[in-house]
């Protein structure tokens, strides 16, 4: 099992840029295949970006596509979002996710139910 810990939300402003981070603790970080998403209120919990395990591929949505970067620290078990150019609707409480089997299909690294633990979320707000 693997316990994820988000980290690094807050209050921001339009244009500003963020770095979430997520500990993990337990299992073998290196093993897991790492993804982001969000929750805006009212909405779909929604891909925004993973990472394979050792950090080599990454695939993100489009909505964040040259905005937001995905990495990882296997030696500190850690996954990262590094977010620029933040806009309003990018306002959700984001959360990490880890993901410890994967048939090879790429379009399941976009779906929730692939992932098998996930932290408690991290808010993000972005003002106008």
């Known amino acids: 099992q693997v316990q994820l810990v988000e980290s690094g939300g807050g209050l921001v402003q339009a244009g500003d840029s963020l770095r979430l981070s997520c500990a993990a603790s337990g299992d073998t970080f290196s093993s897991y295949i790492m993804g982001w998403f969000r929750q805006a209120p009212g909405k779909e919990r929604e891909f925004v970006a993973t990472i394979m395990w050792s950090g080599g591929s990454t695939s993100y949505a489009d909505s964040v596509k040259g905005r937001f970067t995905i990495s990882r620290d296997n030696a500190k078990s850690t996954v990262y979002l590094q977010m620029n150019s933040l806009k309003p609707e990018d306002t959700a409480v984001y959360y990490c996710?880890?993901?410890?089997?994967?048939?090879?299909?790429?379009?399941?690294?976009?779906?929730?139910?692939?992932?098998?633990?996930w932290g408690q979320g991290t808010q993000v707000t972005v003002s106008s």
């Open positions: 996710a880890a993901a410890g089997r994967y048939s090879g299909v790429y379009s399941e690294l976009a779906r929730p139910n692939l992932y098998d633990y």
